[in-house]
């Protein structure tokens, strides 16, 4: 039967019929002519072959060249030990890349400091700030500490905040705001300068210009005393405070304030000092010597 089926397959090849699905013919050749005698054999490009029954197909050697290339799923063509090795060597200069990078930067002074700018400083120095900042030349810029060095600066008496900041590529920037006295306490031999926290921060030969003297024997953050005070200097408007020659009182609750021209503000404590100082700014626009605004619902002006 199979040399019957062979017989069939050749007589339509002869014929130029078709020869199956499994074969594939060579369409784009021109035809034939069989009246000059041209060949009228057609080009197929795999013809049956007759293997003998139980026969399989060898696959060449690993090695050899012409054992076709494996292909992935979704007939993606699998790479080669080359294309692997190639692929490993770029990934391992591309870590070791990084890594040296990373070094430099940290631990090296490639982007290192070069200096150290200080801004906003009336009467601390800029060398002290720097010293006490202490952060060495050439430190990698970004493992400073930068909230150490705000500590650092922070704790120089006359330094209220400060403020670090990196400025690329190699300048750290140091932002100081000072502390303002509200008032002084008169020593023999000395000023005190006490600011809006109560603190005693520092000591000069001789008042400075419209601060006013406190009637304090010292200043301390937790003397209830020093708070009501300073709570009150800083609660009065800029026009009224310069006009403040001393304040006094004999308790939190007893705040007086002696202004220029001999008159006086009695004030009382702390609390509701902005209704306070509303009140206030009404009542110096009339003649008077004493304002009592202890009580603001009920201020009152008399001339002893």
Not at 154 to 171: D, G, I, K, M, Q
Not at 230 to 256: C, F, G, I, M, Y
């Amino acid at each position: 039967m199979n040399q019957e089926r062979g017989r069939q397959r050749r007589r339509r090849s002869r014929d130029g019929g078709p020869v199956g699905p499994e074969h594939r013919v060579d369409r784009e050749r021109p035809p034939l002519d069989r009246e000059h005698g041209a060949d009228d054999r057609l080009r197929v490009d795999r013809l049956p072959v007759d293997r003998p029954h139980g026969s399989v197909d060898r696959e060449p050697p690993p090695d050899d060249p012409r054992r076709p290339r494996r292909r992935g799923p979704a007939g993606v063509r699998r790479p080669t030990r080359r294309q692997l090795l190639r692929r490993r060597m770029v990934a391992v200069g591309v870590l070791l890349g990084l890594g040296a990078l990373a070094y430099g930067l940290f631990f090296t002074s490639m982007l290192g400091v070069r200096s150290v700018q200080v801004t906003g400083l009336k009467d601390v120095a800029a060398p002290q700030v720097v010293t006490v900042a202490a952060v060495k030349p050439g430190s990698p810029m970004l493992t400073l500490d930068l909230a150490a060095i705000r500590d650092r600066v922070a704790a120089l008496p006359r330094v209220a905040e400060a403020r670090v900041f990196r400025s690329w590529p190699s300048t750290v920037l140091v932002e100081v705001t000072e502390r303002t006295p509200v008032g002084v306490i008169r020593t023999p031999g000395a000023v005190h300068l006490v600011d809006g926290t109560g603190r005693d921060y520092a000591v000069v030969p001789v008042v400075p210009p419209g601060v006013p003297d406190l009637q304090l024997v010292k200043a301390s953050p937790s003397d209830p005393l020093t708070m009501a005070i300073v709570q009150v200097l800083t609660a009065l408007p800029d026009k009224v405070r310069a006009e403040v020659l001393s304040v006094s009182a004999r308790s939190p609750n007893s705040v007086v304030l002696a202004l220029s021209a001999g008159r006086q503000i009695r004030w009382g404590s702390a609390e509701d000092s902005a209704r306070k100082a509303a009140v206030l700014a009404a009542l110096l626009t009339q003649p008077g010597k004493v304002y009592d605004v202890s009580s603001p619902q009920l201020p009152t002006i008399s001339t002893p």
